[in-house]
């Protein structure tokens, strides 16, 4: 939908341009600055309806003549609701901006306490977690087959990955964390601060598996390697 709709009475000269363009659809009072309780406020009903050709039980398109825009504009309650509604905006860029520097310190602030465990034992648990995670896949995902694998099946790749899954989710705040994320401002950014605060907390404890904290890391950021 682009801003400017025609005149569908065929008004106006058709030249190298088009007819001239005579009403406004939502998306084009918006890009004008238009809030939809201005829209309401100042215009009122819309002065045509059309409907969409290509979905005909699609909600009719609002249109509004251009010239009562533009008088609109010029009027000095224009310029009071728009101003008004510019501070709004503000207070509330700045207030999500409060929020989200209020999760990121406590992301940061929470402490990372990783357990050190036996190789032998983490290696264990790091399969039990793989496999039962593997069975609730397969309860959902269709298609899917369980497939349970041993420490001694396992390739030395994918026991470094499924220890560091398994310390990030069993042995950290990890997942309750990004539970209590839900919905918050900045969530993205914190889920990240999180992962690599967990990634190096595991690296810290467990040097063997820093390779793969690196690499899980880098992988999630640029995507898997081509291969």
């Known amino acids: 939908m682009t801003p400017y709709e025609g005149n569908h009475e065929g008004q106006g000269d058709a030249g190298a341009q088009g007819p001239p363009r005579t009403h406004l659809s939502a998306a084009g009072l918006r890009a004008r600055g238009w809030t939809p309780a201005m829209v309401r406020q100042l215009l009122g009903e819309p002065d045509l309806m059309r409907s969409d050709p290509h979905f005909p039980t699609a909600p009719k398109t609002r249109l509004y003549l251009v010239e009562r825009v533009e008088a609109a504009e010029r009027s000095e309650e224009f310029r009071a609701v728009a101003a008004a509604a510019a501070r709004r905006s503000a ?71 499924w220890q560091v899954d398994y310390l990030r989710h069993r042995l950290t705040r990890y997942d309750e964390l990004l539970a209590e994320l839900h919905g918050s401002t900045g969530r993205a950014a914190a889920e990240e601060l999180l992962r690599r605060r967990v990634h190096a907390a595991i690296a810290e404890a467990y040097p063997e598996l820093a390779q793969e904290c690196e690499r899980q890391l880098r992988e999630r950021e640029y995507g898997p390697p081509r291969g």
């Open 91 to 161: 207070g509330a860029r700045a207030a999500a901006l409060r929020r989200r520097r209020a999760v990121l310190a406590r992301i940061a602030a929470e402490p990372v306490d990783m357990p050190r465990l036996a190789p032998r034992e983490l290696a264990a648990l790091a399969v039990e977690h793989r496999n039962r995670r593997d069975e609730e896949r397969a309860s959902w995902r269709r298609g899917h087959v369980a497939a349970p694998a041993t420490v001694a099946s396992a390739e030395p790749g994918a026991l470094e990955r």
